[in-house]
């Protein structure tokens, strides 16, 4: 089992920056637990993909591109995303989701969610 924590949602003004934390944990080893994605998902839509990390390669929805920045810091198990020049549009629910372990056995975890509200 592996628990993900998001954490680092708030409201801000449009403009503004926040930035986003996703920690993992699990009772057992989760070594190499690297690749992270975070999703968003706002009132009515469905939840979309916003920013991918995997190895040394990130990917991010073209909406966000160049406004959100997606990292990791290996040893603490914990993938960022740092989001800057925040619009309204911005406004969801962030999820992060990882695979594991690697394989036909793996799962997918998601973690609770954190509120992202950006106010015009």
């Known amino acids: 089992q592996v628990r993900l924590v998001e954490s680092g949602g708030g409201l801000v003004q449009a403009g503004g920056s926040l930035r986003l934390s996703c920690a993992a944990s699990?009772?057992?080893?989760?070594?190499?637990?690297?690749?992270r994605n975070w999703y968003r998902q706002a009132p009515g839509k469905q939840r979309e993909l916003v920013a991918t990390?995997?190895?040394?390669?990130?990917n991010y929805a073209d909406s966000v591109k160049g406004r959100f920045t997606i990292s990791r810091d290996n040893a603490e198990n914990t993938v960022y995303l740092q989001m800057n020049s925040l619009k309204p549009e911005d406004t969801a629910v962030y999820y992060c989701?990882?695979?594991?372990?690697?394989?036909?056995?793996?799962?997918?975890?998601w973690g609770q969610g954190t509120q992202v509200t950006v106010s015009s």
């Open positions: 699990s009772s057992g080893s989760i070594f190499g637990i690297n690749a």
């Open positions: 989701n990882a695979y594991w372990p690697p394989g036909a056995s793996g799962r997918i975890y």
């Open positions: 990390i995997s190895g040394g390669s990130t």
